[in-house]
């Protein structure tokens, strides 16, 4: 191979053959040419650089052909960046980008780089130059736009993109340009970690649509466009992708409490049930004493483990904490490791969680919105339903998302939708993605912090999850230990899937506690259709029927949002002559329930933390159940005119009126009249 090289005094000397003793730089050849004379060497080039010319020789012409026009290329590439560095006039800047394009276009070259090397320069020109018009920028964008129908713009022009479609989102650019580039990102495998602006750029491009007059409705047809017109869609990694992108966009809106502690509480934190940063009450040095299971719901203890305040003295606070559970094993929930409890258990409905409030701006709510439609659009193709299940079943949205009432309002659509898919393989995504971790099924199920219904999603998920393999004891038992309460209270509203799950609950032997039982039985017989299936189940099982001839049950506890109503009908469906103990803690009830109340002669303790129960309610109680020993009022709206009449119920021992209305003045007037008054807790109040 001919080649060229410098003596030691710094001339040409030619060398007939071999490898060049020095590399040639390619800003110093100034011609390429194919050798084209008679008798010359064959498959040859002629490279022109200063102070004479070298010759390449190839194998054949193929070769020599590649070796040629990528020699001009290479040559023609410095010539633009050289240009394209020190713009002047953007009228020649445009004319030489249009020419550069042209170049790449029509190069027989095969090559990734051929059509990148213009993209960076582009982007790098538009980095330097931020002064642009915005005039200009569209004619660059234009300019390059035939390039991008089949190259990934580079990180900085993605930048550039997604700037214009903040700026200029109702552009043609936007549809006409940015579409091509958009659907050839999200029908190619995409690693959006290695290439976070190409994510970045196809949100901001479907914020774009969103703002268009039609809004959802273009949003709507570029998601049929990218499914296709088919049943089923060609390019499988749509669908990863754009899940990908609405769920990057999703957190993007939640970031601001993400990143600040103030308006983020741990995961910890919302499990107990803190206040607002501003509304937190001071620290206390606590004393801790033996738990008396008789003043907490099991209620409140299957659904997380609540602290439970007790008994405060005048000159000491004195606080029990309540065990993880007072059910036997085969009922209690595990309250998962101290330092990073269960997501779904840290979100259940408390007293302190509805006080957290998530308020977003108006450009992240548009974007929530816009994405939040998105899933909704994606979950109603039925190709795409099982992988968008599987997608969704590990809950990949940040905890400030499931704790946002529109949020999981919205969201509430597409688990629908996957509950009303016959398939196993979606309707089964429902549940947990793996043991000890809830899933969807647990969020909107009543007491879940996403349920905002009476429990029918709740019930049309269990329907379609009995209804496939999951008609098993292992599920019974599993609702039996976690669902119990909101399974009672739908089948106390005569929800028909939910007696049959009762039902079986009895006929498997599920339930183990005497007092459940009864309890269950008597929900059962509230209803017609409960007491149907209750009698046709006893027909086949004798010991159902010895069971319920022992009497009622000597505790109960109501599940979590009944109401009077549903208090009513269960009290009038059996006896609960022997009922001592009533846990109606965090439901409904109000003083109108009072009336069924003191129908029960043998009650000594009643829990009404957290309810709307009243002084109207208590000075009906106060007449009547005499023999009360334990009283719960914590959280209630009651006031002196109601706690006055307690001091003729001269057998209470135990009285929280912790966060109540209670004056300093009630509090001394009821020491002195209650003489067996032993614990009470008046934390939170005048008294206190």
């Given at each position: 191979?001919p080649?060229?090289?410098?003596?030691?005094?710094?001339?040409?000397?030619?060398?007939?053959?071999?490898?060049?003793?020095?590399?040639v730089?390619?800003s110093?050849?100034e011609?390429?040419?194919?050798?084209?004379?008679e008798?010359?060497?064959?498959?040859c080039?002629?490279?022109?650089?200063?102070?004479?010319?070298?010759?390449?020789?190839a194998?054949n012409?193929?070769?020599r052909?590649?070796w040629?026009?990528?020699l001009?290329?290479?040559?023609?590439?410095?010539?633009?960046?050289?240009?394209l560095?020190n713009?002047?006039r953007?009228?020649?800047?445009?004319?030489?980008?249009?020419?550069?394009?042209?170049m790449?276009?029509t190069?027989?070259?095969?090559?990734d780089?051929?059509?990148?090397?213009?993209?960076?320069i582009v982007?790098?020109?538009l980095?330097?130059?931020?002064?642009?018009t915005?005039?200009?920028h569209?004619?660059?964008?234009?300019?390059?736009?035939p390039?991008?129908e089949?190259?990934?713009?580079p990180?900085?022009?993605?930048?550039?993109?997604?700037k214009?479609?903040?700026?200029?989102?109702r552009s043609?650019?936007?549809?006409?340009?940015?579409?091509?580039?958009v659907?050839r990102i999200?029908k190619?495998?995409?690693d959006?970690g290695?290439?976070?602006?190409?994510?970045?750029?196809?949100?901001?491009?479907?914020?774009a649509?969103?703002?268009?007059?039609?809004?959802?409705?273009?949003?709507?047809?570029?998601?049929?466009?990218?499914?296709?017109p088919t049943?089923h869609?060609?390019?499988?990694?749509?669908?990863?992708?754009l899940?990908?992108?609405?769920l990057?966009?999703i957190?993007?809106?939640?970031?601001e409490?993400?990143?600040s502690?103030?308006?983020?509480?741990?995961?910890?934190?919302?499990?107990?049930?803190?206040q607002?940063?501003?509304?937190?009450k001071?620290?206390?040095?606590?004393?801790?004493?033996?738990?008396?299971?008789?003043?907490?719901?099991?209620?409140?203890?299957?659904?997380?483990?609540?602290?439970?305040?007790?008994v405060?003295?005048?000159s000491?606070?004195?606080?029990?904490v309540?065990?993880?559970?007072?059910?036997?094993p085969?009922?209690?929930?595990?309250?998962?490791?101290?330092?990073?409890?269960?997501?779904?258990?840290?979100?259940?409905?408390s007293p302190a969680?509805?006080t957290?409030?998530?308020?977003l701006?108006?450009?992240?709510d548009?974007t929530?919105?816009?994405?939040?439609?998105?899933?909704?659009l994606?979950?109603?193709?039925?190709?795409?339903?099982?992988?968008?299940?599987?997608?969704?079943?590990?809950i990949?949205?940040?905890?400030?998302?499931?704790?946002?009432?529109?949020?999981?309002k919205?969201?509430?659509?597409?688990i629908?939708?996957?509950?009303?898919d016959?398939?196993?393989e979606?309707?089964?995504?429902?549940?947990?993605?793996?043991?000890?971790?809830?899933?969807?099924?647990?969020l909107?199920?009543?007491g879940?912090?996403?349920?905002?219904?009476?429990?029918?999603?709740?019930?049309?998920?269990?329907h379609?999850?009995m209804?496939?393999?999951?008609?098993?004891?292992?599920?019974?038992l599993?609702?039996a230990?976690?669902?119990?309460?909101?399974?009672?209270?739908?089948?106390?509203?005569?929800?028909q899937?939910?007696?049959?799950?009762?039902?079986?609950?009895?006929?498997?032997?599920?339930?183990?506690?005497?007092?459940?039982?009864?309890?269950?039985?008597s929900?059962?017989?509230?209803t017609g259709v409960?007491?149907?299936?209750?009698?046709?189940?006893?027909?086949?099982?004798?010991?159902l029927?010895?069971?319920q001839?022992?009497?009622?049950p000597?505790?109960?506890?109501?599940?979590?949002?009944?109401?009077?109503?549903?208090?009513?009908r269960?009290?009038?469906?059996?006896?609960?002559?022997?009922?001592?103990?009533?846990?109606?803690?965090f439901?409904?009830v109000?003083?109108?329930?009072?009336?069924h109340?003191?129908?029960?002669?043998?009650?000594?303790q009643?829990?009404?933390?957290?309810?709307?129960?009243?002084d109207?309610g208590l000075?009906?109680?106060?007449?009547?159940?005499?023999?009360?020993q334990?009283?719960?009022?914590?959280?209630t709206?009651?006031?002196?005119?109601?706690?006055?009449?307690?001091?003729?119920m001269?057998?209470?021992?135990?009285?929280n009126?912790n966060?109540?209305?209670?004056?300093?003045?009630?509090?001394?007037?009821?020491?002195?009249?209650?003489?067996?008054?032993?614990e009470?807790?008046?934390?939170?109040?005048?008294?206190?």
């Amino acid at each position: 191979m001919p080649s060229a090289g410098e003596d030691s005094r710094g001339t040409i000397t030619m060398q007939p053959t071999g490898y060049m003793e020095n590399s040639v730089s390619y800003s110093a050849i100034e011609d390429v040419q194919l050798l084209s004379w008679e008798n010359a060497p064959k498959y040859c080039l002629q490279l022109t650089i200063p102070g004479g010319t070298v010759l390449l020789q190839a194998a054949n012409s193929y070769l020599r052909d590649q070796w040629f026009h990528s020699l001009q290329w290479k040559k023609k590439i410095y010539k633009y960046k050289k240009v394209l560095s020190n713009p002047s006039r953007w009228e020649v800047v445009l004319k030489e980008i249009r020419t550069l394009v042209d170049m790449a276009l029509t190069s027989p070259l095969q090559d990734d780089s051929i059509n990148q090397a213009p993209l960076e320069i582009v982007s790098k020109l538009l980095s330097e130059n931020t002064n642009l018009t915005t005039q200009e920028h569209e004619n660059i964008i234009v300019a390059i736009a035939p390039l991008l129908e089949n190259n990934h713009p580079p990180p900085d022009l993605c930048e550039f993109f997604c700037k214009h479609c903040r700026e200029r989102p109702r552009s043609m650019v936007v549809i006409e340009v940015f579409t091509p580039v958009v659907q050839r990102i999200l029908k190619h495998n995409m690693d959006f970690g290695k290439c976070p602006r190409l994510r970045l750029f196809t949100q901001e491009y479907i914020l774009a649509l969103n703002e268009l007059n039609a809004g959802m409705e273009v949003v709507k047809k570029f998601i049929q466009s990218m499914h296709g017109p088919t049943g089923h869609c060609p390019h499988p990694r749509v669908l990863p992708n754009l899940v990908a992108v609405c769920l990057a966009a999703i957190y993007s809106c939640y970031e601001e409490f993400i990143n600040s502690r103030d308006n983020s509480p741990s995961l910890k934190e919302i499990r107990n049930g803190c206040q607002q940063p501003c509304d937190r009450k001071p620290t206390l040095p606590l004393r801790l004493l033996h738990p008396s299971p008789d003043l907490v719901s099991q209620e409140a203890t299957l659904s997380e483990a609540r602290l439970k305040s007790v008994v405060v003295a005048s000159s000491e606070i004195h606080v029990e904490v309540e065990p993880a559970s007072t059910a036997k094993p085969a009922l209690t929930a595990s309250a998962g490791d101290d330092n990073e409890p269960n997501l779904i258990d840290c979100l259940m409905v408390s007293p302190a969680c509805s006080t957290m409030s998530i308020e977003l701006g108006p450009q992240a709510d548009r974007t929530l919105g816009c994405y939040v439609e998105i899933l909704k659009l994606l979950s109603d193709y039925d190709d795409w339903r099982p992988s968008l299940a599987s997608l969704l079943q590990p809950i990949p949205f940040p905890k400030e998302a499931l704790a946002h009432e529109k949020f999981t309002k919205e969201l509430k659509y597409v688990i629908q939708r996957f509950a009303e898919d016959p398939r196993q393989e979606v309707h089964s995504c429902l549940l947990s993605v793996r043991a000890g971790k809830d899933g969807w099924f647990q969020l909107y199920s009543p007491g879940g912090v996403a349920c905002d219904d009476d429990g029918e999603l709740f019930a049309s998920m269990v329907h379609i999850l009995m209804g496939s393999c999951y008609k098993t004891k292992k599920f019974l038992l599993s609702l039996a230990e976690n669902k119990l309460g909101p399974c009672m209270l739908l089948a106390l509203r005569g929800n028909q899937t939910m007696v049959e799950i009762l039902c079986l609950m009895l006929e498997y032997n599920i339930i183990d506690n005497n007092d459940t039982q009864l309890q269950i039985i008597s929900t059962l017989e509230s209803t017609g259709v409960g007491k149907r299936m209750y009698e046709q189940l006893c027909d086949r099982q004798r010991e159902l029927k010895e069971l319920q001839r022992k009497g009622g049950p000597t505790r109960l506890t109501l599940p979590s949002k009944s109401t009077d109503a549903d208090l009513a009908r269960l009290l009038s469906s059996g006896s609960f002559g022997n009922l001592e103990n009533l846990s109606l803690a965090f439901t409904n009830v109000t003083s109108a329930c009072a009336e069924h109340l003191i129908k029960l002669p043998s009650l000594k303790q009643l829990n009404l933390w957290s309810t709307q129960f009243g002084d109207a309610g208590l000075r009906l109680l106060s007449e009547h159940l005499t023999m009360l020993q334990v009283l719960n009022l914590c959280e209630t709206p009651v006031t002196d005119a109601g706690l006055l009449a307690l001091s003729s119920m001269k057998s209470l021992c135990s009285l929280n009126m912790n966060s109540t209305k209670l004056s300093a003045d009630t509090y001394e007037d009821l020491k002195a009249k209650l003489p067996n008054l032993k614990e009470v807790d008046v934390r939170y109040t005048e008294a206190w």
